[in-house]
Protein backbone atom coordinates (compact mmCIF):
# COMPACT_ATOMS: atom_id res chain seq x y z
CA UNK A 1 0.00 0.00 0.00
CA UNK A 2 1.59 3.27 -0.74
CA UNK A 3 1.20 6.18 1.44
CA UNK A 4 1.37 9.42 -0.86
CA UNK A 5 -1.20 12.11 0.04
CA UNK A 6 -3.14 11.50 -3.49
CA UNK A 7 -3.95 8.00 -2.60
CA UNK A 8 -4.83 8.26 0.94
CA UNK A 9 -7.58 11.08 -0.60
CA UNK A 10 -9.32 8.43 -2.76
CA UNK A 11 -11.85 5.68 -1.26
CA UNK A 12 -9.77 2.63 -2.18
CA UNK A 13 -6.94 4.02 -0.08
CA UNK A 14 -8.71 5.62 2.67
CA UNK A 15 -7.21 4.98 6.27
CA UNK A 16 -9.76 2.26 7.73
CA UNK A 17 -8.74 3.30 11.05
CA UNK A 18 -10.49 5.59 13.28
CA UNK A 19 -7.17 7.33 14.87
CA UNK A 20 -6.98 9.09 11.27
CA UNK A 21 -10.46 11.02 12.11
CA UNK A 22 -9.57 14.32 14.26
CA UNK A 23 -12.80 14.82 15.84
CA UNK A 24 -11.85 10.82 17.16
CA UNK A 25 -8.91 11.56 18.58
CA UNK A 26 -9.97 14.82 20.67
CA UNK A 27 -12.74 13.28 22.19
CA UNK A 28 -11.28 10.64 24.35
CA UNK A 29 -9.24 13.36 26.18
CA UNK A 30 -12.10 15.70 26.58
CA UNK A 31 -14.36 13.27 27.74
CA UNK A 32 -11.52 12.13 30.04
CA UNK A 33 -11.88 15.43 31.85
CA UNK A 34 -15.20 16.12 32.21
CA UNK A 35 -15.96 12.61 33.72
CA UNK A 36 -12.93 13.10 35.90
CA UNK A 37 -14.71 16.63 36.81
CA UNK A 38 -18.09 15.07 37.25
CA UNK A 39 -17.12 12.11 39.43
CA UNK A 40 -15.21 14.20 41.41
CA UNK A 41 -17.82 17.11 41.87
CA UNK A 42 -20.42 14.18 42.90
CA UNK A 43 -18.03 13.20 45.45
CA UNK A 44 -16.95 15.92 46.59
CA UNK A 45 -20.15 18.29 47.05
CA UNK A 46 -22.28 16.07 49.59
CA UNK A 47 -18.74 15.81 51.62
CA UNK A 48 -18.70 19.67 51.73
CA UNK A 49 -21.63 19.81 52.77
CA UNK A 50 -20.91 17.62 55.67
CA UNK A 51 -17.96 18.51 56.92
CA UNK A 52 -18.01 21.68 56.21
CA UNK A 53 -21.17 23.52 56.42
CA UNK A 54 -22.09 20.91 59.14
CA UNK A 55 -25.47 19.41 57.20
CA UNK A 56 -26.75 16.59 58.91
CA UNK A 57 -25.85 13.37 57.03
CA UNK A 58 -29.57 13.20 55.77
CA UNK A 59 -29.16 16.13 53.88
CA UNK A 60 -25.47 15.30 52.01
CA UNK A 61 -27.50 12.47 50.67
CA UNK A 62 -30.67 15.02 49.59
CA UNK A 63 -27.76 16.50 47.82
CA UNK A 64 -26.16 13.96 46.08
CA UNK A 65 -29.71 12.72 44.98
CA UNK A 66 -30.76 16.23 43.74
CA UNK A 67 -28.04 15.83 41.53
CA UNK A 68 -28.83 12.22 40.14
CA UNK A 69 -32.24 14.03 39.54
CA UNK A 70 -31.70 16.13 36.54
CA UNK A 71 -30.50 12.72 34.02
CA UNK A 72 -34.24 10.92 35.13
CA UNK A 73 -35.78 14.03 33.74
CA UNK A 74 -34.67 15.75 31.38
CA UNK A 75 -32.86 12.70 29.58
CA UNK A 76 -36.05 12.34 27.07
CA UNK A 77 -35.78 16.21 26.18
CA UNK A 78 -32.22 16.09 26.01
CA UNK A 79 -32.10 13.71 23.52
CA UNK A 80 -34.80 15.92 21.63
CA UNK A 81 -32.50 18.64 21.50
CA UNK A 82 -29.89 17.55 20.82
CA UNK A 83 -31.66 16.05 17.15
CA UNK A 84 -33.12 19.54 16.56
CA UNK A 85 -30.29 21.88 17.57
CA UNK A 86 -25.90 21.60 16.94
CA UNK A 87 -24.48 19.09 18.64
CA UNK A 88 -21.04 20.64 18.70
CA UNK A 89 -22.29 23.59 20.20
CA UNK A 90 -24.84 21.89 22.41
CA UNK A 91 -21.44 19.91 23.66
CA UNK A 92 -19.74 23.29 24.54
CA UNK A 93 -22.36 24.67 25.94
CA UNK A 94 -22.99 22.33 28.29
CA UNK A 95 -19.10 22.10 29.56
CA UNK A 96 -19.02 26.00 29.93
CA UNK A 97 -22.28 26.16 31.86
CA UNK A 98 -20.95 23.30 34.74
CA UNK A 99 -17.47 24.62 34.01
CA UNK A 100 -19.11 28.29 35.41
CA UNK A 101 -21.67 26.91 38.30
CA UNK A 102 -18.41 24.68 39.64
CA UNK A 103 -16.55 27.66 39.53
CA UNK A 104 -18.77 29.75 42.13
CA UNK A 105 -18.49 26.97 44.94
CA UNK A 106 -14.63 28.35 45.24
CA UNK A 107 -15.37 31.61 44.86
CA UNK A 108 -18.31 32.01 46.97
CA UNK A 109 -15.83 30.20 49.67
CA UNK A 110 -13.80 32.36 49.40
CA UNK A 111 -15.70 35.67 49.66
CA UNK A 112 -17.78 34.04 52.97
CA UNK A 113 -19.56 31.13 53.64
CA UNK A 114 -21.38 28.88 50.84
CA UNK A 115 -24.53 27.81 51.92
CA UNK A 116 -26.77 24.15 51.38
CA UNK A 117 -28.95 26.45 49.34
CA UNK A 118 -26.12 27.36 47.00
CA UNK A 119 -24.64 23.55 46.85
CA UNK A 120 -28.07 22.25 46.18
CA UNK A 121 -28.47 24.50 43.10
CA UNK A 122 -25.02 23.89 41.84
CA UNK A 123 -25.55 20.36 42.44
CA UNK A 124 -29.46 20.59 40.04
CA UNK A 125 -27.78 23.18 37.34
CA UNK A 126 -24.25 20.85 36.99
CA UNK A 127 -26.56 17.92 36.46
CA UNK A 128 -28.90 19.51 34.05
CA UNK A 129 -26.02 20.75 31.74
CA UNK A 130 -24.30 17.22 32.23
CA UNK A 131 -27.45 15.59 30.81
CA UNK A 132 -27.51 17.45 28.16
CA UNK A 133 -23.88 17.27 26.91
CA UNK A 134 -23.85 13.68 27.63
CA UNK A 135 -27.29 13.45 25.04
CA UNK A 136 -25.46 15.64 22.11
CA UNK A 137 -21.96 13.46 22.67
CA UNK A 138 -23.69 10.23 22.04
CA UNK A 139 -25.84 11.85 19.06
CA UNK A 140 -22.58 12.66 17.58
CA UNK A 141 -20.90 9.20 18.19
CA UNK A 142 -23.85 7.73 16.38
CA UNK A 143 -24.71 9.88 13.40
CA UNK A 144 -21.08 10.22 13.13
CA UNK A 145 -19.81 9.03 9.81
CA UNK A 146 -16.44 8.28 8.17
CA UNK A 147 -15.44 11.53 5.32
CA UNK A 148 -19.11 12.75 6.43
CA UNK A 149 -20.44 15.50 8.27
CA UNK A 150 -22.91 15.19 11.80
Known amino acids: MT ?11 APSSLWWHRDFRRYPSGQTASVAGSSITQMALPVLAVLHLDAATTRGAWL ?45 AALG ?4 TQLVIVAVLQGAASVLRENAVFSVLLTRRPGGAA
Open 3 to 13: SCPECLSTPAF
Open 64 to 108: AFLEQLPPVLLALHAGALADRYSKHRQVITGDLVRAAVLVTVPVV
Open 113 to 116: TPTL
